[in-house]
């Protein structure tokens, strides 16, 4: 293929989570609401942290960055997905594509880092508790919510470099509710060998740092907290179970969608539904409402903003109406 003259795709055309019909609805329906809980889960955690002043600890903020980022997270692509179980043809522009793949990265990757600070702080009030004031402030806190964003983008941008040159000239299917990166770039026409391989290192290089981060962070607290009063381990131990179930629901479907980049996997869009809508919104059940300081800010703020609680009967009724007017 002469790669300096081709036209190139104006847009592609995705094939949704699924083709029958019915399912569809269902899905529209079901997914309306995931995303509403996520968006509105996630910003209660949000304005809990920021009106709380005994939430303003380096836990807390962290908490309160990843539900930002869990938001993002689920607005990249999860939106389009419900308006496009009930239009066709499901399309998304070249540029559209891109800027999903682009967001897809910074979010992901800046969630991955932050899980890592999470856990890295959490290493540290367990291990290290007498040092805990010392090593980790509200300035290091910052450095680390920051770092994250920081290499989430450099990351991000390091995968579109080489993805947005591709030639992408003829085929323009993916068989997603997405641009999948891992499905984009197999279009392209050219011998895609070396930018999977590429993409493969980048993400690869990226998840399995922070996996092997995680996982030796935790496996450290396990092994000091076996020392701990009977009380100190069993709120370790629940630290850790909620830590390790948003990882393990986060990181494995990406391993699984990256570790074999070279076949198709029909699994693949499913399994991309349980980081971007599933994991976004366990974070807020799993670390908050278990948390009684979380769950005692909650209440301040219902006392104090009276109006949120009345705002949960509006959203309801704008959802039923906006279900009703399209079906
Ligand atoms: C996110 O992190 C920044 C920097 O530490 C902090 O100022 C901000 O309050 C945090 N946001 C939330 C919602 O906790």
Redesign the pocket.
């Known amino acids: 293929m002469d790669q300096g003259n081709y036209s190139r795709v104006a847009e592609f055309v995705l094939l949704g989570l699924c083709s029958s019909w019915k399912l569809q609805y269902f899905f529209f329906v079901l997914f309306n609401f995931l995303y509403i809980a996520i968006v509105l889960g996630n910003l209660l955690?949000?304005l809990t942290?920021?009106s709380e002043p005994a939430l303003?600890t380096?836990m807390?903020?962290?908490?309160?960055?990843l539900?930002?980022l869990d938001v993002f997270l689920a607005t990249y692509a999860t939106p389009k997905m419900i308006h496009d179980f009930l239009y066709e043809p499901k399309t998304i522009s070249f540029e559209g594509c891109m800027a999903q793949i682009f967001l897809l990265h910074v979010f992901a990757g800046g969630e991955m880092v932050l899980l890592v600070a999470m856990a890295y702080d959490r290493y540290v009030a367990i291990c290290k508790p007498l040092h805990y004031t010392t090593i980790m402030n509200?300035y290091k806190?910052?450095g680390?919510?920051?770092g994250s964003w920081v290499i989430g983008i450099m990351h991000s941008l390091s995968q579109l470099a080489f993805t947005i040159n591709l030639p992408f000239c003829g085929p323009n299917i993916v068989d997603s509710y997405y641009c999948d990166l891992t499905l984009v770039i197999k279009l392209a026409c050219t011998d895609t060998y070396v930018p999977e391989l590429l993409m493969l290192l980048d993400s690869g290089l990226m998840g399995v740092t922070s996996f092997l981060l995680l996982l030796i962070s935790y496996t450290v607290i396990l092994i000091t907290v076996q020392h701990h009063s009977s009380v100190g381990r069993a709120k370790a131990r629940s630290i850790l179970t909620a830590h390790v179930t948003v990882v393990t629901l986060f990181f494995g479907p990406c391993i699984f969608i990256y570790a074999w980049p070279f076949s198709n996997f029909p699994v693949d869009k499913v399994l991309s539904v349980f980081s971007t809508v599933f994991t976004p919104i366990l974070n807020p059940i799993i670390y908050t409402l278990r948390n009684k300081e979380v769950k005692s800010a909650m209440h301040k703020l219902k006392t104090r903003y009276v109006i949120i609680s009345n705002l949960v009967p509006v959203v309801k009724t704008i959802l039923i109406v906006f279900l009703f007017s399209h079906i």
Do not use: E, Q
């Open positions: 955690i949000v942290v920021i303003h380096p807390y903020i962290m908490l309160g960055n539900s930002v509200l806190c910052t680390l919510v920051v």
